[in-house]
């Protein structure tokens, strides 16, 4: 069961929420200062992701953020509702927005999947298991102890 | 903390001031400022990140979108970066090769009227 878990709509506003969301968890769980810059980076690339293929696919379903410390490491799991196919594909044959004057105006959509690969510890990529929608989880070994909760006065 | 731009021009060149986090809920105001100074027919641009907070691949495909704007007029786009977990991301998709990343406004223009 994970520590803490969020759902929320896809909007580009609340990925936001979800990346300081994720930070407070990893920074309360333990996760090394140094590391904490890499987690906020990793969950919102994959929120992002996430969001993009909801407003085309499936803009009513939310997305799901699950965070989990143990021992052994920190592990955060992105998962989104649209097909997976498309949502897994590493580059469309047509940029993700139109064309402005030939200008493409955003980066293929794989690009977030290799910065993502770049900070995490561990990486996996799966189909959410019903046929439709696909899980990201990222991982970062514990280089330090978990903080315990004080002891009530 | 949301998104602040300015901008001013200095020495001819147009220099941009970000401040705060480009995603993909912020990066669209970026862009959109970016347009309007190429359509302004400013293609000497240099975008000062010293106050940027957080970064995104958003926010890169924002910033590649720009370079390739005033590329297209013969102009360029020079990024003032110092901060290293902004650089990380820049490094990470290979894009320090693509960018002038300098470490002033200063050095950028500097650098920028060095290749004339």
Excluded at chain 2, 26 to 51: H, S, W
């Amino acid at each position: 069961m994970p520590t803490v878990e969020v759902t929320f709509t896809p909007l580009p506003v609340h990925v936001r929420t979800a990346r300081l969301i994720a930070t407070a968890v990893a920074r309360r769980s333990g996760v090394d200062e140094s590391l904490l810059d890499e987690v906020r980076l990793a969950v919102g690339e994959a929120c992002s992701r996430a969001v993009e293929a909801h407003r085309k696919h499936c803009p009513g379903e939310p997305i799901r953020v699950a965070l989990t410390d143990d021992p052994e490491q920190f592990e955060v799991v992105v998962t989104d509702a649209a097909p997976a196919e498309q949502a897994l594909s590493p580059a469309t044959p047509e940029p993700a927005e139109p064309e402005v004057d030939g200008v493409i105006q955003q980066l293929p959509p794989g690009v977030g999947l290799a910065v993502i690969s770049g900070l995490a510890d561990d990486v996996r990529i799966a189909s959410a298991g019903n046929g439709d929608g696909t899980s990201i989880a990222m991982s970062w070994t514990r280089r330090t102890e978990p903080v315990t909760p004080a002891a009530p006065a | 903390m949301d998104l602040k731009l300015g901008h001013y021009s200095k020495d001819g060149i147009e220099v941009v001031d970000v401040e705060g986090e480009i995603d993909v809920y912020t990066a669209p105001r970026l862009r959109e400022l970016l347009i309007d100074l190429v359509n302004k027919k400013n293609y000497q641009l240099v975008v000062n990140m010293e106050k940027v907070e957080f970064l995104d691949s958003t926010g890169l495909g924002v910033l590649v979108g720009g370079l390739k704007r005033v590329r297209a007029h013969d102009g360029s786009l020079d990024l003032v970066c110092t901060q290293e977990r902004i650089l990380k991301i820049f490094r990470i998709t290979g894009l320090t090769k693509v960018f002038g990343i300098h470490d002033s406004v200063d050095d950028a223009i500097a650098a920028r009227k060095a290749e004339k």
